[in-house]
């Protein structure tokens, strides 16, 4: 994941979300976090397909800070969730980043597909 910034803000800070797309993961279960390597899988996320099949994900949030669930369409700029300190973290920050679509998971391939 190199191509990711950080975003250092204060605990319960509204994390929006970048671009329109559709919600595929959500782990907001996490009251955690440091910073030895250990904490990494205790991180709370979310992920959002966009239709340029890329994904961008929104890590170390505040536990139980999730406005949105999986399958959920959301709007750019509509809030998704809080800054959080979970996970592999030293403080309270976003770190955001942007993928293409299948590239975090190999297994499996999401296509965002629009009811009419």
Known sequence: ???SIDYDAPAGTAVTAALDGLVI???IDSKI?????AF?????????LHRNNEVSEYEHLKFGSAKVKVG???KTNQIIAEVGNTGWSACPHLHFMV???QQKYK???I???EKK
Not at 40 to 48: F, L, M, R, S, V
């Open 1 to 3: 994941m190199q191509y």
């Open 25 to 27: 993961a959500v782990k």
């Open 33 to 37: 976090g440091g910073l030895n390597r």
């Open 40 to 48: 990494e899988n205790h991180g709370n996320y979310i992920e959002i």
């Open 72 to 74: 959920d369409k959301i």
């Open 99 to 101: 993928y293409p679509n």
């Open 107 to 109: 297994t499996r391939k």
């Open 111 to 113: 296509i965002f597909t």
